[in-house]
C-alpha cells in the first residue's frame, strides 16, 4: 500500500540554524499538509498546499516557516532560524481526489525535531 | 471555527476491561468529517476510522466501536476486552468540508492517554 514517507526521523540542530524537513506525499495525491505536535501535547496544523500554493495556514506558521513542493514528488517544510520552542514532532499529510483518499489524510510517521 | 474537545486526559484500566473515550466537537458546517486516532509510544498517527456528518450509524471493528451522535455533538470511541497492546494515546479529529481549494485541515482533540495494566 503506498504511503507517505518522511526524512530524517530524527534532527538535532542549535538554536538559530535553518532546517529543512522534507516528505513524500502519496505520488496521486494533491492536497499536502504539515502538523505539529509538541511533546505531550496535541497535534496542531501548519498549513495545507494546493496546487503549488498555500491554501490556509495556522497562527503558528508565521515568516519563519516556508513550504515548497520543489520537483513534483518532495514537499519540504523550511524553519529559517530555529527557536527551542520549535522542538516538537512534525507530521507531513497527503490526500487524493478520490475513493478513500478524498476525505481522508494520510499521515507521515513524523520527523522529531529538537532545538538544543 | 472548528473545536474538538476530550475531557479525559488519561485512562488507566486492567486488561479486560472496557474503556469508552469521549469526544465532543464543535463546528457551523452541516458537512464535515470525525476522525480517531491512535498514537503509540512509537509516535506515529494510526488512522482508525472516518465518519462524515451524514451518517450516524454506529460502527464496529473487532474490538472497536464508535457511537456518533449528533444531537449532542459526541463521537465517543469504545474498546471493549481491552489489551495491554492498546495502550497509547487516542487523538479526535474533526474536518469541515470545504471547497476543494481550501484544503480540509483536521482540528484535533487534546487525546486521551490509555494505560491498559496487565
Known amino acids: 500500500e503506498p504511503e507517505v514517507t518522511q526524512t530524517p526521523s530524527h534532527q538535532v540542530t542549535q538554536m538559530g540554524q535553518e532546517v529543512i524537513l522534507r516528505c513524500v506525499p502519496i505520488?496521486?495525491?494533491?492536497?499536502f499538509y504539515w502538523y505539529r505536535q509538541i511533546l505531550g501535547q496535541k497535534v496542531e496544523f501548519l498549513v495545507s498546499?494546493?496546487?503549488?500554493?498555500?491554501?490556509?495556514k495556522s497562527e503558528i506558521f508565521d515568516d519563519q516557516f516556508s513550504v515548497e513542493r520543489p520537483d513534483g514528488s518532495n514537499f519540504t517544510l523550511k524553519i529559517r532560524s530555529t527557536k527551542l520552542e520549535d522542538s516538537a514532532m512534525y507530521f507531513c499529510?497527503?490526500?487524493?481526489?478520490?475513493?478513500?483518499?478524498?476525505?481522508?489524510?494520510?499521515f507521515g510517521p513524523g520527523t522529531r525535531l529538537t532545538v538544543l | 471555527a472548528q473545536k474538538v474537545t476530550q475531557a479525559q486526559t488519561e485512562i488507566s484500566v486492567v486488561e479486560k476491561e472496557d474503556v469508552t473515550l469521549d469526544c465532543v466537537y464543535e463546528?457551523?458546517?452541516?458537512?464535515?468529517?470525525l476522525f480517531w486516532y491512535k498514537q503509540p509510544p512509537s509516535g506515529e498517527l494510526v488512522f482508525l476510522i472516518r465518519?462524515?456528518?451524514?451518517?450516524?450509524q454506529n460502527e464496529i471493528s473487532g474490538r472497536y466501536s464508535w457511537n456518533f451522535q449528533k444531537s449532542t455533538s459526541s463521537f465517543n470511541f469504545t474498546i471493549t476486552a481491552s489489551q495491554v497492546v492498546d495502550s497509547a494515546v487516542y487523538f479526535c479529529?474533526?474536518?469541515?468540508?470545504?471547497?476543494?481549494?481550501?484544503?480540509?485541515?483536521?482540528?484535533f482533540g487534546g487525546g486521551t492517554r490509555v494505560l491498559v495494566k496487565p
Open positions: 463546528t457551523r458546517d452541516t458537512t464535515y468529517y
Open positions: 498546499f494546493y496546487n503549488n500554493e498555500i491554501s490556509e
Open positions: 505520488s496521486n495525491h494533491l492536497y
Open positions: 499529510a497527503s490526500r487524493g481526489t478520490s475513493g478513500r483518499a478524498e476525505n481522508e489524510q494520510f
Open positions: 479529529a474533526l474536518s469541515e468540508e470545504r471547497l476543494r481549494a481550501a484544503g480540509n485541515k483536521l482540528t
Open positions: 465518519r462524515n456528518s451524514f451518517d450516524e
